[in-house]
């Protein structure tokens, strides 16, 4: 079992930035991969990004790339996203999920484990 604690959410004007945390228990997360996933009021679960177990390889939403980065460190079995450049439509409850699995993944249903989330508003 893996548990998974988000944090860093709040209120961010746009064009600003905002770093969230992801903290992995019960298990090390080396050797998974790991993603982060977010849900606005009235749309379905989207992918953000994801990193596979090394670290080396991260794929982006087409909405995100380029201001958004995501990374790990497995020593402290945690995962990090920056957000740079906010948009309003970057509102939404942030995810962070681990696969059982080594290779990057941008499926939802790939992912085991989900954290609760952490509400990210961007205001305009």
């Known amino acids: 079992q893996v548990q998974l604690v988000e944090s860093g959410g709040g209120l961010v004007q746009a064009g600003g930035s905002r770093a969230l945390s992801c903290a992995a228990s019960?298990?090390?997360?080396?050797?998974?991969?790991m993603g982060w996933f977010r849900q606005a009021p009235g749309k379905e679960r989207e992918f953000v990004a994801t990193?596979?177990?090394?670290?080396?390889?991260?794929y982006y939403g087409a909405s995100v790339k380029g201001r958004f980065t995501i990374s790990r460190d497995n020593a402290k079995n945690s995962m990090y996203l920056q957000m740079n450049s906010l948009k309003p439509e970057d509102t939404a409850v942030y995810y962070c999920?681990?696969?059982?699995?080594?290779?990057?993944?941008?499926?939802?249903?790939?992912?085991?484990?989900w954290g609760q989330g952490t509400q990210v508003t961007v205001s305009s």
């Open positions: 990193i596979n177990w090394r670290g080396n390889i991260k």
């Open positions: 019960g298990r090390s997360i080396s050797g998974l991969s």
């Open positions: 999920a681990v696969a059982l699995q080594s290779d990057a993944d941008l499926r939802t249903s790939r992912y085991d484990y």
